[in-house]
């Protein structure tokens, strides 16, 4: 089982910037499509970006395209966020999940495709 662990949430001003880093263990990340979602109270989880097991290939919700930007490490076993222009709406727990299919050709935004899940981050965004 791979366990998934997010980091860098927090409070962050409107307008500013923040990156997220969820990092896996076990030794076959570089298997793994990697997506982030996020929540907040009263919502659906919601897609936000996603990346293919080698980086090549990038997905984006439209309500984040243009400002957020994902990317993976393999030799850290780690994907990351980086949330720039954020807006007060942007406010969420994000999670990050992994899709353990090795065969997938593209980046997922089916939340019901990805079978692992981290326990998530809380992202303040403040006007």
């Known amino acids: 089982q791979v366990q998934l662990v997010e980091s860098g949430g927090g409070l962050v001003q409107a307008g500013g910037s923040q990156r997220l880093s969820c990092t896996a263990s076990g030794r076959t990340f570089s298997r793994y499509g990697m997506g982030w979602f996020r929540q907040a109270p009263g919502n659906e989880r919601e897609f936000v970006a996603a990346?293919?097991?080698?980086?090549?290939?990038?997905y984006y919700g439209d309500s984040v395209k243009g400002r957020f930007t994902i990317s993976r490490d393999n030799a850290k076993n780690t994907v990351y966020l980086q949330m720039n222009s954020l807006k007060p709406e942007d406010t969420a727990v994000y999670y990050c999940a992994a899709d353990r299919r090795s065969w997938a050709p593209s980046p997922t935004a089916v939340r019901d495709e990805y079978d692992y899940w981290g326990q998530g981050t809380q992202v303040t965004v403040s006007s």
């Open positions: 990346i293919n097991h080698i980086g090549t290939s990038t």
